[in-house]
């Protein structure tokens, strides 16, 4: 009985051991990872918190704390995927607010602003007296209200695709009307000649009549089609859209947005 009773507090006690070593594990990984964002060393800071994710650490901590580390080396891309994880691992509003906050963020630098939109308002359902945060949703708005055009970039595409297919389908049907279309240029080409001629004639006999009755002779056509003068139009229509667009753009306040959240 003896035996046993000592089998079992053995037992416990290496548990308890072995739970204490996993603990220590973890106060040393996170404090180091810690000191080297501190000290803007970011790369050695990612190193660290990666290695805390690969053992298992529980806690969203590790996972956010890397995507800091990523993000302020500029590589925006790759931080979504830790923030990302960071909101799945998060067991309070705070973690989750924190995590979609500098998600968003992400979005903002890439240009995603439907995206970052979207981010900001999730942050606030979690935290909706976070200032911060509604400054960045109330600018991503403003971004997407006068950039609608990044959120359309795949109806652009397939507009395109929709254009080439036409262009190939005419462009068929023009190689076999070619010969056709020759046949008719050269007759009208003929017709325009003798027209040419004519209206040359008649045009010399009103300047001799003219010359002869002591008027002056009459003012020739100046040359400019009518597709030149089109344009000419089209050309100052763009000029005052980019006027609009500069006036738009200048309505929104280029101020930075908020930096990441610290945990």
Known sequence: MKQIVFLICLLFSFLMFAQEEVKKEKDKILPKANEAFIEKNYAEAEAQYRISNSKGLSGAKPSYNLGNSIYRQKQFSESKYAYSQAFEKATTKEEKHKALHNLGNVYMKEKQYGKAVEAYKNALRNNPSDEQTRYNYALAKEYLKNNPEDQNQDKKDEKKEDKKDDK??????????????????????????????????????????????????KPQPSGISKESVQNLLDAVNNEEKKVQEKMNLQKVKAKPVQTEKDW
């Open 168 to 217: 190939k389908d005419d462009q068929k049907q023009d190689k076999g009307d070619g010969d056709k279309d020759k046949k008719d240029e050269k007759k009208e080409g003929d017709k325009d000649k003798n027209k040419g001629d004519n209206d040359e004639d008649k045009n010399e006999g009103d300047q001799k009549k003219d010359q002869n009755q002591g008027g002056q002779p």
